[in-house]
């Protein structure tokens, strides 16, 4: 187990060696010094991964480079979902399409997932294969979401979504964790604790949509529901009789509205805040994440083992 390297140390080093990727693009093609962009964020699937590598004996400058590649796919993904949703603001920042244009961030986006498979080829034969694989199942969930826009959809159909589009990265992380720490017997394990780990995060994160302010978000506020995305707490809200017709009116409202009039969604948001949606959804992440303590109880490095547990625990009860 690691016990030299500080968690910190390690994201320290991970958002140097991103940083200095971008730092030396040619400036003619982009500049990273005039157009800044936050590529760690909170820096959750590096922390994740680098805490699962301690739980399974990993040696951390393999997991740094794990948890590295991620983030750069992760934040290429960014890039081109803040172009879809036209967002204004990522991680604090104003977003790179509402600086320099979406032709510049889409292509952005591409030369940061490009640094991500140069990275990938570096940890195993197999790695990059399943990467690709992971960057395609991401894709294929962002594009079922958009299908499923203002729509009513089942707790099921947003699982997949949440499974396809956060939970595979997750998945790709612990599993290649697995593989370069020559622990295959784990793998099927490490596989269930990525995607339920990635579900959780997200379910989470959407509750934020509800509950968080921009200031402490870090993004546009309500930015789901307007952009009708059908999430845990409303899809809990939705369902039930008393509220049903309501958020319906109002969801066919926000899709109809052309002036960006955010009444709609505020009383939407009212609704799933006062009437305890956003706790039940929260609940059910709990349950997730104790559904967990199994395969976690399976790593190796059991001091270790119980970090994580602890990381990922805190999840459901996260406000930023």
């Known amino acids: 187990m ?6 910190d140390d390690s994201l320290h080093r991970i958002n140097l060696e991103i940083n200095s990727l971008l730092d030396r693009v040619d400036k003619t093609v982009y500049d990273r010094s005039r157009n800044n962009f936050n590529f760690m964020g909170k820096a959750v699937r590096s922390r994740f991964t680098l805490l699962l590598g301690d739980a399974l004996g990993l040696q951390r ?11 750069l796919i992760h934040t290429a993904s960014l890039m081109h979902d803040d172009c879809v949703d036209r967002s204004s603001l990522r991680r604090g920042l104003p977003t790179l399409n509402e600086k320099l244009g979406v032709n510049t961030a889409i292509l952005v986006g591409d030369l940061v997932a490009s640094f991500a498979f140069d990275y990938a080829v570096n940890i195993t034969p197999e790695t990059p294969g399943d990467l690709v694989k992971t960057v395609r199942s991401m894709t294929e969930g962002a594009l079922l979401e958009e299908n499923l826009r203002y729509k009513k959809i089942s707790a099921e159909q947003a699982e997949r979504i949440l499974q396809l589009k956060t939970g595979e990265l997750f998945r790709w992380c612990a599993t290649t964790a697995a593989c370069v720490a020559k622990k295959p017997d784990l793998r099927d394990a490490c596989e269930t604790i990525g995607r339920e780990t990635g579900v959780v995060f997200q379910i989470v994160d959407d509750i934020l949509d509800f509950e968080g302010e921009t200031g402490l978000t870090g993004k546009d506020a309500l930015k789901d529901i307007t952009e009708g995305r059908t999430t845990l707490p409303l899809i809990l809200a939705i369902n039930d009789s008393r509220f049903c017709e309501e958020i319906e009116r109002n969801l066919t409202a926000l899709q109809a509205g052309e002036n960006r009039d955010l009444a709609p969604a505020l009383r939407i948001a009212a609704i799933i805040r006062e009437n305890g949606f956003t706790d039940s959804a929260r609940a059910l992440a709990a349950v ?7 395969e976690i109880a399976r790593l190796p490095e059991r ?10 625990s805190a999840f459901s009860t996260r406000t930023k």
Do not use: C, P, V
Not at 61 to 71: D, K, L, N, P, S
């Open 2 to 7: 690691n016990k030299i390297i500080s968690i």
């Open 61 to 71: 400058a393999a997991a740094e480079r794990i948890g590295a590649t991620a983030e």
């Open 288 to 294: 997730k994440i104790r559904a967990l303590e199994t």
């Open 303 to 312: 001091k270790a083992a119980t970090a994580f547990m602890d990381y990922i």
